[in-house]
């Protein structure tokens, strides 16, 4: 029996991004550990990432993009954050809220 998951099956090009996606569990539990271990900054990555793990590679690239300095409005950013909380993403939402804010006051906004 072989391994999906293997260095070959990589460079062949048999894995798919889907295969290598990380589930929102194990990264909620991995922001467990780390907030057990009194990483607090690291545990809200962590679950910040079980938020992105379910929304589409687009959508997340698009996120990115937009967090890029000079590359939004405050309506843009403030447009991108409703999305993400009604999308079930508070805590990246939250996250847009504060890089809005910095970016106005350090104008980085477009």
Same mark, same amino acid.
């Given at each position: 029996?072989?391994?999906?998951?293997?260095?070959?099956?990589?460079?062949?090009?048999?894995? $798919?991004?889907?295969? &290598?996606?990380?589930?929102?569990? $194990? &990264?909620?539990?991995?922001?467990?550990?780390?907030?057990?271990?009194?990483?607090?900054?690291?545990?809200?990555?962590?679950?910040?990432?079980?938020?992105?793990?379910?929304?589409?590679?687009?959508?997340?690239?698009?996120? =990115?993009?937009?967090?890029?300095?000079?590359?939004?409005?405050?309506?843009?950013?403030?447009? &991108?954050?409703?999305?993400?909380? $009604?999308?079930?993403?508070?805590?990246?939402?939250?996250?847009?809220?504060?890089?809005?804010?910095? =970016?106005?006051?350090?104008?980085? &906004?477009?």
């Amino acid at each position: 029996m072989t391994e999906k998951f293997t260095v070959a099956a990589a460079v062949d090009g048999k894995l $798919t991004l889907s295969d &290598l996606r990380m589930d929102p569990a $194990t &990264l909620a539990y991995q922001a467990v550990v780390a907030e057990q271990d009194g990483n607090p900054q690291l545990a809200e990555n962590f679950l910040r990432a079980a938020e992105l793990a379910v929304i589409d590679d687009e959508a997340v690239m698009k996120l =990115y993009e937009a967090l890029r300095p000079h590359r939004s409005t405050a309506a843009e950013l403030e447009e &991108l954050r409703v999305s993400l909380e $009604t999308g079930g993403a508070s805590r990246c939402a939250e996250l847009v809220r504060q890089a809005a804010e910095v =970016y106005a006051r350090r104008g980085l &906004l477009r």
